[in-house]
């Protein structure tokens, strides 16, 4: 079930924004293949062309701190420079970093599927914005939650609630504010228990039972007696010394 947390003070609703991560999603689940999470390595640019610009992949580099492996031009164009292997904390002013920072280790760590209504106030030469953040967990060669494919995008609103130009987001960096957010766990497969074995109910050791006589390997009741070594066998045991002891020297007088 979605666990929804939402501020108290109304943000409008970036249309385009809802558009490009319901497509973006729409795109994650197809590649699904009967697993909870697709994996980094099936991402292939050529599917979410439509969503390219505002498209970003993270790396989870720390609890709570994801930072840009790639990102669309629009998330650029926001900051005003390239913002690859900057955090995607850095695109939200100080008192909404905490709040994103909890929401993206949700992804990672749940992991789930976070969304996000964001809103950047007007300034100087700035114009209100309404944003919207989708973020979407991928394993990596390994097989653990280290990455995130997601969307960023933001748009100018007039005076009255209507989007302008998409690509007039005024002077940057422009910085966000979370006014609401989505947050959907999803459901994993249990992980089997790691083999190993119950020393407590080990078997105890036994003593072979004798072997019928029809088997052929009946087994003897005649006790088992050695048989007397040789002379040679004696003499191959004994040290040098003890060899040298069992002869005497016989000297001839002339």
Not at 20 to 25: A, C, D, K, T
Not at 73 to 81: A, E, F, T, V, Y
Not at 124 to 136: E, N, Q
Request: glycine residues 8%; proline residues 10%; hydrophobic residues 40%.
């Amino acid at each position: 079930m979605d666990r929804e947390t939402d501020s108290n003070a109304a943000s409008p609703a970036s249309a385009k924004g809802r558009r490009i991560g319901n497509e973006l999603r729409a795109y994650w689940e197809a590649l699904l293949a009967g697993r909870p999470i697709p994996a980094r390595a099936d991402i292939d640019p050529r599917g979410i062309d439509r969503a390219l610009e505002f498209a970003f992949i993270l790396e989870r580099v720390a609890p709570g701190m994801g930072r840009f492996r790639l990102a669309g031009q629009h998330i650029c164009d926001l900051m005003g420079m390239e913002v690859r292997g900057m955090p995607l904390t850095s695109l939200f002013a100080p008192e909404g970093r905490k709040q994103i920072a909890d929401l993206t280790e949700a992804v990672f760590a749940r992991p789930a599927i976070a969304e996000a209504q964001l809103v950047s106030e007007a300034g100087i030469g700035k114009p209100g914005l309404a944003g919207h953040l989708v973020m979407l967990p991928l394993t990596d060669d390994f097989g653990a939650v280290t990455r995130v494919l997601g969307c960023f995008v933001a748009e100018p609103l007039r005076n009255t609630g209507e989007a302008e130009d998409i690509h007039d987001a005024g002077r940057a960096p422009r910085r966000f504010t979370v006014t609401g957010a989505r947050i959907k766990p999803l459901e994993m497969p249990p992980q089997p228990k790691p083999a190993g074995r119950d020393f407590r109910a080990a078997p105890q050791f036994e003593q072979p039972a004798p072997m019928p006589a029809s088997s052929g390997f009946a087994e003897s009741q005649t006790p088992y007696t050695p048989r007397p070594k040789t002379r040679a066998e004696h003499l191959a045991e004994m040290t040098p010394d003890e060899r040298r002891a069992m002869f005497r020297v016989v000297r001839q007088e002339g």
